[in-house]
Antibody, heavy 121, light 107 residues
Framework: EVLLVESGGGLVKPGGTLRLSCEAS????????MVWVRQAPGKGLEWISS????????DVADSVKGRFTISRDNAKNSVFLQMNSLRAEDTAIYYC??????????????WGQGTLVTVSS | SYELTQPPSVSVSPGQTARISCSGS??????VYWYQQKSGQAPVLVIY???NRPSGIPERFSGSISGTVATLTISGAQVDDDSEYYC??????????FGGGTKVTVL
């Protein structure tokens, strides 16, 4: 069974930093791209950043470029999201998701349950 | 930036057919994916590559695409299908894009 478990969320002040983690199990982690998606309270889904299986190819949404950094540790079956210079508008549930393998496009096929990040003074 | 447009809401009675549209200028040459998100839960993939159902997804869910408009159809909607639905595609530059979401009410 594919399992993705996020951690690291919490309350942080504007301008602060937070590092999210996502531990994967139930599949061969080092052959899948991984992605972070967020959802502000009462709002829709927003694609944030993806990373290739080896970590050499990274894409980042303009809304977080220069502030958020995705990384992975294949030895620990984990993907991370380093969030710096946090703003109130970054308040959201952050989901980690696996990207499908062998498809014509990259798309999330399994999702974690999410971790809540609240940016407030 | 690339955008996908969905209607905010759709209402149907149990047993009726619900249709949710997703329009985007690039959809004529890209695939569309659909996710169901129940309240307080993570999204679940219900359609991939325009019209394919993952294992475990009921046959009443189907997808189609014509030109720049994709459609998710729920045939014989059930109360359990009451959820938010999101379309998804890629922008051709390595980034994903979600539609704004459609709240389907089955009542």
């Amino acid at each position: 069974e594919v399992l993705l478990v996020e951690s690291g969320g919490g309350l942080v002040k504007p301008g602060g930093t937070l590092r999210l983690s996502c531990e994967a199990s139930g599949f061969t982690f080092n052959i899948h791209y991984m992605v972070w998606v967020r959802q502000a309270p009462g709002k829709g889904l927003e694609w944030i950043s993806s990373i290739s299986h080896g970590g050499g190819n990274i894409d980042v949404a303009d809304s977080v470029k220069g502030r958020f950094t995705i990384s992975r540790d294949n030895a620990k079956n984990s993907v991370f999201l380093q969030m710096n210079s946090l703003r109130a508008e970054d308040t959201a549930i952050y989901y980690c998701a696996r990207e499908a393998l062998g498809a014509p496009d990259l798309y999330p096929d399994y999702w974690g349950q999410g971790t809540l990040v609240t940016v407030s003074s | 930036s690339y955008e996908l447009t969905q209607p905010p809401s759709v209402s149907v009675s149990p047993g009726q057919t619900a249709r949710i549209s997703c329009s985007g200028s690039g959809l004529s040459n890209r695939h569309v994916y659909w996710y169901q998100q129940k309240s307080g839960q993570a999204p679940v993939l219900v359609i991939y590559e325009d019209s394919n159902r993952p294992s475990g997804i009921p046959e009443r869910f189907s997808g189609s695409i014509s030109g720049t408009v994709a459609t998710l159809t729920i045939s014989g909607a059930q109360v359990d299908d009451d959820s938010e639905y999101y379309c998804y595609s890629t922008d051709g530059a390595g980034q994903g894009v979600f539609g704004g979401g459609t709240k389907v009410t089955v009542l």
